[in-house]
């Protein structure tokens, strides 16, 4: 009598049951309900039902998915969205009566005891539809291992309080809406929450298009679906089939499948697909962008009070997040990377587009693949970004940071023609050349800056000569000329900051590009350029839409922190880059472009940076083991062996690469000409020799590549790029700091 017992309590039916089958069976089941909730003084109790768990979902420019984040694998659908094949089959498995009877089935329930008594076993479980879903609310809304033992304990108190709540439900909504609230919010098996993520998880369709067998498949998963794991193997394959049979042949002797149905429905193989369902950016086609996303919304106050609660409203909330990533833009940067890069290379090339006057980031790419596989050489943090981004610490900017005191030079007057004597390498007067923007004194006036091999050993260098041959002694001087500090703030206000999070080392070296980028930061300052002065906070996210239809628009993030002419200035100087300096040898891309090499010190790490008036784009090249260990010298990347790698080597064909496929299709926009009354000529400390003016400027053009070289080729007129592929054969690479 004991055994007998224990078994009562530890079925489905435990606590109702025992009031139930000692009461007579007559009135029908309503009066029976009425007679038992009165015994054990049972009244509805409301039921807390926090929103269920939703993935969410990252789409590009055009709306298509690129990734997906989430806590459980769901995508909740309305009723009218599930094929009748499944909601018949369902209901005939769980419970047949469902439309007949109220929050308990009392005539199902006194069926399951029986069974089970029989068996001396817990074979039938005789909860409703109502019963079970009320079980998975008080799951799923667990906060803790012990909660969620709670909720599903074969106690006569857990019992109890379900009916309660199912009572609750059962006034509260429709049937037809419990039952879409139970196909929505229940487990079955391989990773999928919800009837329609189950459906795209085993047949690869929606739970509309489900056919017979497959509605039975789904049907039969939901009892046990951790034994019925398709994705387990070929033992628990076998178990699901066997169950989906069992739903077939249930619904077929309940008058739903005729006897041909059951017959073909039975010789359809199990059919599971197994499509993929995991999320995370490990699993996206553009992992580096969509780490960005993601610490976009971690970052974001807005989205929650701690990074816990914006990490679960990522993984729970349901949300759609359009950003602005271009699949065509994204595809052209991916394989510029690798004609030239190898993902195996330990050496990684990282390259970011954005666009001028928006700040929007249009493609980041990498050579080396994102996952945790170090035998793979694939990286597990964001090659692309800053740490504040998933990023790591970024690479030495070189010479790109030089177009800063250029900036500053053009904005406190100087003019194109501007320069002065330089010798092969520089040494500052003393303590007092350098101050940092606390008045601190920086610097060591014992240490020898060099220029770099191919600048040559000085002379008379202008704003132009100057930054063409990326000559350091020059830049030195200059910046001594216009002021650290102001220098460094030039480049604050066009968003430069350090890869690390650290505050901008304020060194005498600060022109030379001593301070770790990433692209895109360094991207985003040159695109202020493009943009005629206009800076722009690098976005990622145009909008997030909630699951109830709440849509946040993001709108670009803009300030004017430079006057449009002395943009202009920068941009006529950098587009000489392609035809008279470091990246003569590389070539133009056929349209107007302006832009900058960077070398480091030692050939630690190699960049450039360029951008046209509708793109802009920079490029690194360091190896992330450490650049001061492992220098780009005798390399292998790509194939090929390089003695040094030069800003134009491979980080500046990349980037040519790059925006000529790009821009395919986008009409060419033309850079502004520069105001030549305010930069044209010179101020003073203008050469004796007579300038060299080919393009009729009336500014001195100097020397093709700034080394003292003289050219006999007329330059062919302001922006004009008679070959845009390069007037010169070979590779001419710039030096350290270039």
Request: proline content about 4%.
């Amino acid at each position: 009598m004991l055994r007998v017992i224990r078994l009562a309590l530890a079925s489905a039916v435990a606590g109702v049951l025992i009031a139930a089958i000692v009461l007579p069976a007559v009135g029908g089941a309503g009066v029976t309900v009425v007679s038992v909730t009165r015994e054990l003084r049972i009244a509805p109790e409301e039921l807390d039902e926090p929103p269920l768990p939703e993935r969410t979902v990252v789409l590009d420019k055009n709306g298509k998915q690129i990734a997906q984040f989430y806590y459980q694998y769901r995508q909740s659908v309305p009723l009218s969205k599930v094929a009748d094949v499944m909601k018949k089959a369902i209901v005939e498995i769980e419970d047949a009566r469902f439309y007949e009877h109220g929050a308990i089935d009392l005539e199902g329930m006194a069926r399951a005891l029986w069974k089970n008594l029989q068996s001396g076993g817990v074979n039938e479980g005789g909860s409703s539809i109502t019963q079970q879903y009320v079980k998975q609310v008080l799951v799923n809304k667990a906060k803790t291992k012990k909660e969620a033992a709670a909720a599903i304990a074969p106690t006569v108190s857990r019992k109890l309080n379900e009916l309660r709540h199912a009572l609750a439900i059962e006034e509260k909504y429709s049937k037809d809406e419990i039952l879409e609230k139970y196909l929505n919010i229940s487990y079955f098996g391989a990773g999928a929450y919800g009837i329609e993520a189950a459906a795209k998880r085993f047949f690869g369709k929606h739970a509309s298009e489900l056919k017979l067998h497959e509605a039975a498949t789904l049907a039969g998963a939901v009892q046990n679906p951790t034994l019925t794991d398709p994705s387990r193997g070929k033992e628990f394959r076998e178990r699901l089939l066997a169950r989906r049979n069992v739903v077939l042949d249930v619904m077929y002797k309940g008058g739903k499948i005729t006897y041909e149905e059951l017959v073909a429905a039975k010789k359809k193989k199990l059919g599971y697909k197994g499509y993929d369902i995991s999320g995370g950016c490990e699993r996206s086609k553009y992992p580096y962008f969509c780490l960005y996303v993601q610490h976009e919304i971690l970052n974001n106050k807005a989205f929650g009070k701690t990074v816990k609660e914006r990490r679960e409203l990522l993984t729970r909330g349901g949300l759609t997040i359009r950003t602005t990533i271009d699949p065509h833009m994204q595809k052209a940067a991916e394989r510029a990377i690798r004609q030239y890069v190898k993902p195996s290379d330990k050496p990684v090339a990282a390259e970011a587009l954005v666009e001028p006057g928006t700040g929007r980031i249009k493609a980041m790419a990498a050579s080396r693949r994102f996952g945790n596989n170090k035998k793979k050489n694939e990286s597990n943090y964001n090659l692309v970004a800053d740490s504040a981004h998933g990023g790591g610490a970024g690479f030495q900017a070189g010479s790109t940071f030089k177009v800063f005191t250029l900036a500053t030079a053009l904005e406190k007057g100087m003019r194109f023609g501007d320069g002065f004597e330089v010798g092969g390498t520089y040494q500052a007067a003393g303590y007092h050349t350098f101050r940092n923007c606390k008045g601190d004194r920086v610097g060591d006036p014992n240490h020898v800056v060099h220029n770099a091999s191919g600048e040559g050993g000085g002379g008379f260098k202008n704003l132009q000569t100057g930054t063409w041959g990326s000559v350091n002694t020059f830049f030195m001087k200059l910046q001594e000329r216009v002021g650290l500090c102001d220098v460094v703030k030039m480049a604050k206000r066009l968003g430069i900051k350090r890869a690390d999070g650290k505050k901008l080392g304020e060194y005498e070296t600060f022109t030379l590009g001593i301070n770790e980028m990433d692209p895109v930061t360094v991207a985003s300052a040159y695109a202020t350029f493009g943009a005629r002065g206009t800076y722009c906070k690098p976005m990622a996210i145009t909008s997030v839409t909630d699951r109830n239809g709440k849509t946040i628009e993001f709108k670009p993030d803009c300030k004017q922190v430079l006057e449009p002419e002395v943009a202009d200035a920068v941009n006529h100087i950098l587009s000489g880059v392609f035809t008279k300096g470091t990246m003569s040898g590389v070539g133009g891309i056929g349209r107007d472009a302006a832009g900058k090499t960077g070398t480091t010190d030692e050939y630690r790490a190699a960049w450039f940076a360029g951008y046209t008036p509708d793109l802009a784009a920079a490029v690194s090249i360091g190896d992330p083991r450490g650049s001061y260990k492992y220098p780009l010298r005798n390399v292998v990347i790509g194939g090929r062996y390089y003695p040094q790698v030069f800003g134009a080597s491979i980080s500046g064909p990349i980037w040519k690469q790059t925006m000529l496929r790009a821009l395919s299709g986008t009409p060419a926009s033309s850079f502004i000409r520069p105001d030549m009354s305010r930069f044209g000529g010179c101020t003073g400390g203008c050469p004796k020799k007579k300038p060299k003016d080919r393009d009729g400027d009336g500014e001195d053009d100097g020397d093709e590549t700034g080394t003292g070289d003289e050219v006999d080729e007329a330059d062919d007129g302001f922006f004009t790029q008679r070959n845009p592929f390069g007037r010169r054969g070979g590779d001419r690479s710039g030096g350290p700091g270039r």
